[in-house]
T-cell receptor, first 113, second 112 residues
Framework: DARVTQTPRHKVTEMGQEVTMRCQPILGHNTVFWYRQTMMQGLELLAYFRNRAPLDDSGMPKDRFSAEMPDATLATLKIQPSEPRDSAVYFC???????????FGPGTRLTVL | GQQLNQSPQSMFIQEGEDVSMNCTSSSIFNTWLWYKQEPGEGPVLLIALYKAGELTSNGRLTAQFGITRKDSFLNISASIPSDVGIYFCAGPNNNAGNMLTFGGGTRLMVKP
């Protein structure tokens, strides 16, 4: 079953705590994207990897956010320290180099109190 | 930067009605993608268009790549309650690789 998986699906935490979100891209896909979705801003691209190397993270607040791909089957997005304004749904998507089609995971709904 | 404008922003229709929505851009796109997002889920790719003038169907959904390459249309025929969701158009960001620009979405509500 070829799907992008994300964990956790929901996370409630207190301001100042570290949050780690995980994504398993579709097997064989070599591009991975992290998006944030809010009612006000819609879908915003945070970071983009190809073959595990970061290609663009200009959409990500660098002081508190970090994104990595420890291996081809795992991408992580970390927020430290978290703030209430980080509350949003975070999506991971994967695709193949040369194709514009991106396939999204179910998202992690983050609430920072 | 590139922007995609979707209209209408929301629609409230009766079950059985046909639906039309569109997406426009000030710049040319060489690919148009249509996604549907249901509550609590991620966007799901419905239709991909690669050629100006192309008309592609997926069940009751039909999408067209505008001949000017600056717009695309999505039609849903004989709507049903499970068509409820937000429909997004997207196109490749010409500035970089496989990045996509997304429209603001059309929220569809269907009354049984």
């Amino acid at each position: 079953d070829a799907r992008v998986t994300q964990t956790p699906r929901h996370k409630v935490t207190e301001m100042g705590q570290e949050v780690t979100m995980r994504c398993q891209p579709i097997l064989g896909h070599n591009t991975v994207f992290w998006y944030r979705q809010t009612m006000m801003q819609g879908l915003e691209l945070l970071a983009y990897f190809r073959n595990r190397a970061p290609l663009d993270d200009s959409g990500m607040p660098k002081d508190r956010f970090s994104a990595e791909m420890p291996d081809a089957t795992l991408a992580t997005l970390k927020i430290q320290p978290s703030e209430p304004r980080d509350s949003a749904v975070y999506f991971c998507a994967s695709g193949l180099r040369g194709s514009n089609e991106q396939f999204f995971g179910p998202g992690t709904r983050l609430t920072v109190l | 930067g590139q922007q995609l404008n979707q209209s209408p922003q929301s629609m409230f229709i009766q079950e059985g009605e046909d639906v039309s929505m569109n997406c426009t851009s000030s710049s040319i796109f060489n690919t148009w993608l249509w996604y549907k997002q249901e509550p609590g889920e991620g966007p799901v790719l419905l239709i991909a268009l690669y050629k100006a003038g192309e008309l592609t169907s997926n069940g009751r959904l039909t999408a067209q790549f505008g001949i000017t390459r600056k717009d695309s249309f999505l039609n849903i025929s004989a709507s049903i309650p499970s068509d409820v969701g937000i429909y997004f158009c997207a196109g490749p960001n010409n500035n970089a690789g496989n990045m996509l620009t997304f429209g603001g979405g059309t929220r569809l509500m269907v009354k049984p």
